[in-house]
């Protein structure tokens, strides 16, 4: 099955830097890759996703980059703010293989300072 | 509507009891989904409905059971549960057996006494 590697688990950042959160993946068939923003007590929030197709999304000061050669995946945030303070998880599925789960990296904990 | 939604938000339960979690969209999505998960932790996929058929059954204990009703409805009932069984336990669907565009619901916060 996947197994989806999630880098660093902890993230501090002065307000206003950029964020940077990595994760690899093992299966070469897996095609589609979320993140996902979750505050404390709430769901899982879609914040972007990209597919294999592209090797880069961006959404304002959001950004993923994917490198299927290497399988690996990164989110990238900039002139971040207190409000991005929270949990991401990445994940990866291959839906081309009928309906599926996605796996999720055990997630980053990005804390913005002040 | 564009949302999945959880009852109840909270359940206290002891181990001897029943009880059911329910889960609701009407977005049209074909394929839904339960996810368990535990404090400081990604969530952790427990079944899948594909079409109204369970297509995924992470080997989870017989104590868990699901049941699709119809393509709208989802539901996991729940017995003879223990302690460690408590998390929150997430429903979530998606346009299709594709996979693409999950919409997650805010989950049920179980504690099992």
């Known amino acids: 099955g996947e197994n989806v590697e999630q880098h660093p688990s902890t993230l501090s950042v002065q307000e206003g830097d950029s964020a940077v959160i990595k994760c690899t993946y093992s299966?070469?068939?897996?095609?589609?890759f979320p993140w996902y923003k979750q505050e404390l007590g709430k769901r899982p929030q879609l914040i972007i996703d990209?597919?294999?197709?592209?090797g880069e999304k961006k959404d304002q000061r959001i950004a993923v980059t994917l490198n299927k050669t290497a399988k690996h995946f990164s989110l990238h945030i900039t002139e971040t703010q207190p409000e991005d303070s929270a949990v991401y998880f990445c994940?990866?599925?291959?839906?081309?293989?009928?309906?599926?789960?996605?796996?999720f990296g055990k997630g980053t904990h990005l804390i913005i300072q002040p | 509507d564009t949302e999945v939604t959880q009852t109840p938000k909270h359940l206290v339960m002891g181990m001897t009891n029943k009880k059911s979690l329910k889960c609701e969209q009407h977005?049209?999505?074909?394929?839904m989904y339960w996810y368990k998960q535990k404090a400081k932790k990604p969530p952790e996929l427990m079944f899948v409905?594909?079409?109204?058929?369970?297509?995924i059954n992470e080997s989870v204990p017989s104590r868990f059971s699901p049941e699709c009703p119809n393509s709208s409805l989802l539901n996991l009932h729940l017995h003879a549960l223990q302690p460690e069984d408590s998390a929150l336990y997430l429903c979530?669907?998606?346009?299709?057996?594709?996979?693409?565009?999950?919409?997650f619901g805010s989950g049920t916060r179980l504690t099992v006494v």
């Open positions: 977005m049209g999505h074909r394929a």
């Open positions: 299966d070469s068939a897996s095609n589609y």
């Open positions: 994940a990866a599925s291959n839906p081309g293989g009928g309906a599926d789960g996605l796996t």
């Open positions: 979530a669907s998606s346009p299709s057996d594709r996979g693409y565009g999950y919409t």
């Open positions: 409905y594909s079409y109204e058929k369970l297509s």
């Open positions: 990209i597919r294999s197709n592209v």
